[in-house]
């Protein structure tokens, strides 16, 4: 059997497994019409919601696909299971889908996106193909598409958040100077997540609201043109399904965010978040850029990741980032924010000195190699990365000897301050996993108070 063969049988192997684990040996903790909730086997029991909780899913649920079923009409196809446990919301391709549950935050997690993208396959057909698609700059990867965006918007309509949806799309598209969909859609647009994300969803929105269901269902049921750019194709999908082209709805859906009233502190807030996923793109795009074998983890920065984690509670205590009430207090976040990207500047250096220094080896530069580690180790020790200073140390001793003494002795005094490591340790142990969070405005799971809204 050949390499290409065992790699083949492997990949399906690992893609089909998940599968069998989420359908197969699942405890049941609820029934209804159209769901069954199970736990997955071995879940921690924080990550389990309880059975008040867990029947409370259900009859949401269930109002979700009864408000569909009398939106677009037919029947669901069989019953969807959902799993309880895992980390993170996915689907499986089948009927199967993971969604987060945690007791151990202010806001505990149950989400319905997964539940969308079955229900409304089953409902209005196949997703379709090269509507709306869009591929986003890092850290988000994955393109977007006609069915992701509506299953979110679906997703926001049910937890009451359209209204500010409106709102976060009016702010980004004003401090963008209005790109038209077009350029949103456009592959050279350099445009962050939901710089794309939220005008998208806005103007799918704006569609379902103002127009009849049945030419929603024509859109998401038209066959795409493979020979046709994204743009083209959404001008024909929109003229064939609403009988309008779309410079024409685009037109009405701009005028009605431009007769949005966005008070001040609104208009603040959605301005602090988008400067959120800004800093988030460029620290992501630092991180990623690396070329040389030794890169810079993100979870090991423990001082930027401080500075990041209030900022990342405050947005991921509502889904999508999107808050249900403007802000009040913005020093704290404006702080936290000056803090990161001050910090962020010290990471790009020391990921530009952490490449450097690798070619200056690979170049046998030990003078310059030597004078690079010194003031590498110093960036490092500041952003509070602990991981990489052994290798930093064990070089600069090494080249001790390749290089001349007076570069030595006129170095040898620029050391890192003790109360700089006590720093560094009350800082890490803050520090728990922190790349896992790292600013998931695009998680799966949505999050409803107890009790409280955000």
Not at 174 to 199: C, D, G, K, R, V
Not at 338 to 348: N, P, T, Y
């Amino acid at each position: 059997m050949g390499k290409k063969q065992k790699f083949l049988i492997i990949f399906l192997i690992f893609l089909f497994i998940p599968l069998n684990c989420y359908a197969q040996g699942s405890d049941i903790l609820c029934t209804s019409e159209h769901f069954i909730l199970k736990a997955f086997p071995g879940s921690p029991s924080d990550a389990i919601p309880s059975s008040k909780e867990t029947q409370e899913f259900c009859n949401f649920y269930e109002r979700v696909i009864e408000e569909l079923r009398g939106k677009f009409g037919g029947e669901l196809k069989g019953k969807i299971t959902v799993v309880f446990g895992g980390k993170q919301a996915q689907g499986t391709g089948g009927r199967t889908v993971a969604e987060v549950y945690s007791s151990k935050l202010p806001l505990y997690n149950f989400g319905t996106h997964e539940i969308f993208h079955v229900a409304l396959e089953d409902l209005l057909g196949p997703p379709p193909l090269l509507l709306l698609t869009v591929r986003p700059a890092p850290p988000f990867w994955s393109p977007l598409g006609l069915e992701e965006l509506a299953c979110t918007v679906f997703e926001l309509h049910f937890w009451e958040r359209s209204p500010q949806l409106h709102i976060y799309a009016r702010v980004y598209q004003e401090l963008n100077n209005w790109p038209s969909l077009e350029t949103i859609l456009s592959q050279e647009a350099n445009l962050t997540f939901q710089e794309m994300e939220f005008p998208l969803e806005s103007f799918i929105t704006f569609l379902l609201e103002n127009y009849p269901p049945s030419c929603f269902k024509a859109l998401w049921q038209y066959q795409a043109d493979l020979a046709l750019s994204p743009t083209l194709n959404l001008q024909k999908a929109i003229q064939q399904a609403y009988g309008k082209p779309l410079a024409k709805l685009e037109e009405e859906w701009r005028s009605s965010l431009e007769k949005i009233s966005v008070e001040s502190d609104w208009y603040k807030t959605v301005s602090l978040h988008r400067d959120s996923q800004l800093l988030l793109a460029t620290i992501s795009s630092l991180i990623t850029a690396q070329a040389e074998p030794i890169k810079i983890q993100l979870d090991s920065l423990t001082q930027l990741n401080e500075a990041l984690k209030p900022i990342a509670k405050i947005w991921n205590s509502a889904p999508y980032g999107i808050l249900i009430q403007p802000l009040k207090d913005f020093s704290s976040l404006e702080e936290n924010l000056v803090r990161a990207k001050e910090l962020s500047k010290k990471a790009e250096k020391a990921v530009q000195l952490l490449q450097v220094v690798q070619r200056n080896l690979g170049s046998q530069n030990w003078n310059e190699a030597y004078g690079n580690f010194y003031e590498l180790r110093g960036a490092l020790v500041a952003l509070g990365e602990q991981s990489l200073l052994p290798w930093v140390d064990k070089n600069l001793e090494e080249l001790k000897g390749k290089v001349p003494p007076e570069l030595v002795r006129s170095l040898e005094g620029k050391v890192f301050p003790w109360w700089g490591w006590v720093l560094i340790g009350c800082g890490a142990a803050g520090v728990l996993g922190l790349g896992g969070w790292f600013f998931v405005f695009k998680r799966r799971a949505h999050q409803k108070g107890k009790g409280q809204q955000p």
